[in-house]
């Protein structure tokens, strides 16, 4: 399993605030625990009840990113924004699973982007770095395994076979998705200047606390990463 993700230091014309923390969770000899139902209620109920004070600010920040490389915001949102919106718009959301609902929570209560990751699918190190346009992205579109091309100039996560997350992380590809708690993961935890670094610290901690009553017994690797390090 890979120690930490690699970021391009051209992210940097782009995002120069970026900050984020990687979190590596082995999980292969943990046991089974039961998440809070209410957990992911209470993220909603926050963002209902206005909060974060500092998201406006931060996800106005991811906007300006994703412009800065081409993107739409409003087409194409940072997956915070998307999450914020819908539950501003529905009054909640629904479960999927266990894992799902804990980083949805997070992201959702501390309006950071937190994406989660089957770490045994990866081959090599995850990259945050800038697209040529001809990696391979595999999708599914109506249902259908498809697979895509990112566009050349635009920030994605991929490993050595191709891209992981596109436009940064506004959409997951299939092949590492995260769909068990058993085997090893990966989660980060993405943020800007304008978010507080003790909000990122705290974000990180209700998901490593989540994780751990998730998996008793597993074994958590937390560490800050940014541009350069």
């Given at each position: ?14 995002a ?43 996800l ?17 949102p ?31 209560r ?12 990866y ?17 599914a ?25 596109r ?60 541009i350069?390090?």
């Open positions: 399993m890979f120690e930490l993700p690699v970021i391009d230091s051209r992210i940097s014309t782009i120069p605030g970026f900050r984020a923390i990687s979190i590596l969770v082995d999980a292969v000899s943990a046991g089974r625990g039961a998440l809070d139902p209410e957990i992911l209620q209470s993220a909603c109920a926050s963002v209902v009840a206005g909060g974060p004070d500092w998201a406006e600010p931060h106005a920040s991811w906007a300006d990113a994703y412009q800065r490389f081409g993107a739409k915001p409003n087409r194409t940072c997956s915070a924004q998307a999450l914020r919106k819908r539950v501003l718009k529905d009054g909640g959301m629904p479960s999927i699973n266990p894992v799902v609902d804990l980083y949805n929570a997070v992201s959702l501390y309006a950071i982007p937190v994406g989660g990751e089957n770490a045994q699918a081959v090599g190190h995850p990259f945050l770095t800038l697209a040529d346009g001809t990696e391979v992205f595999d999708t579109m109506n249902g259908e395994a498809t697979t895509e091309h990112p566009e050349p100039g635009e920030v994605i996560w991929r490993d050595e076979v191709g891209v992981t997350c436009r940064w992380n506004w959409r997951q590809g299939v092949r590492t998705r995260l769909d068990n708690t058993h085997g090893y993961m990966w989660f980060v935890l993405e943020s800007l200047d304008t978010m507080p670094q003790q909000a990122l610290d705290d974000g990180a901690s209700m998901l490593v606390d989540g994780l751990k009553v998730l998996m008793p017994g597993c074994t958590i690797s937390r560490k800050q990463i940014s350069g390090a």
